[in-house]
């Protein structure tokens, strides 16, 4: 069993996604610069790792922290987008266990616009990459990030939640169909 807050490093959450955030509202608290916005969130002190995903439906920081300050996690968020007055309301966040959590359903795709979804494991493994690659993570996130990839693969493997119309565009077709003959 892996601990979670090793040497006091927890895992921190913070989200805007499509659950609370209209798309027009989401795209306000998107990162125009991603490798800025990751060296922006390590410059603070209490921040060791930072991974982002950022999709249509959803932007999402996974942070390595020694303390819980979501409100400092807002202002550098601020700081980064520029926009001095955005509203953190629709936020969601989660750290350690309630973090893992998270990461499982989003793998698994249990928290896509369309349950069971396939892109979205694709995405989390291109941000996880991404993040390696530039030295933006360590040792904490990769291996909470490695286990919650393969569990995202083996559920869609052992359950077929991601079989029939997994996508918005392919719903859309299958119902052009139906009406239309």
Same mark, same amino acid.
């Given at each position: 069993?892996?601990?979670?807050?090793?040497?006091?490093?927890?895992?921190?959450?913070?989200?805007?996604?499509?659950?609370?955030? /209209?798309?027009?509202?989401?795209?306000?608290?998107?990162?125009?610069?991603?490798?800025?916005?990751?060296?922006?969130?390590?410059?603070?002190?209490?921040?060791?790792?930072?991974?982002?995903?950022?999709?249509?439906?959803?932007?999402?920081?996974?942070?390595?922290?020694?303390?819980?300050?979501?409100?400092?996690?807002?202002?550098?968020?601020?700081?980064?987008?520029?926009?001095?007055?955005?509203?953190?309301? /629709?936020?969601?966040?989660?750290?350690?266990?309630?973090?893992?959590?998270?990461?499982?359903?989003?793998?698994?795709?249990?928290?896509?616009?369309?349950?069971?979804?396939?892109?979205?494991?694709?995405?989390?493994?291109?941000?996880?990459?991404?993040?390696?690659?530039?030295?933006?993570?360590?040792?904490?996130? /990769?291996?909470?990030?490695?286990?919650?990839?393969?569990?995202?693969?083996?559920?869609?493997?052992?359950?077929?939640?991601?079989?029939?119309?997994?996508?918005?565009?392919?719903?859309?077709?299958?119902?052009?169909?139906?009406?239309?003959?």
């Amino acid at each position: 069993m892996y601990k979670l807050s090793t040497d006091g490093v927890k895992l921190l959450n913070v989200r805007i996604t499509h659950k609370k955030a /209209p798309i027009h509202t989401l795209e306000k608290f998107t990162f125009k610069d991603i490798d800025m916005a990751h060296r922006k969130f390590l410059t603070s002190a209490d921040i060791r790792e930072c991974l982002i995903l950022q999709t249509c439906n959803r932007v999402e920081i996974f942070l390595a922290v020694d303390k819980i300050e979501v409100e400092n996690i807002f202002q550098i968020w601020r700081d980064i987008t520029g926009i001095i007055d955005l509203s953190f309301k /629709p936020a969601e966040f989660d750290h350690d266990k309630g973090a893992i959590k998270h990461l499982l359903r989003l793998t698994s795709g249990l928290e896509s616009l369309v349950v069971g979804e396939d892109q979205i494991l694709g995405q989390v493994k291109r941000a996880f990459e991404y993040s390696r690659q530039n030295c933006y993570v360590d040792s904490f996130i /990769p291996i909470i990030f490695e286990h919650a990839i393969k569990v995202g693969s083996r559920i869609r493997t052992n359950t077929g939640l991601n079989k029939g119309s997994v996508s918005i565009g392919s719903i859309a077709v299958n119902l052009a169909e139906e009406y239309f003959d």
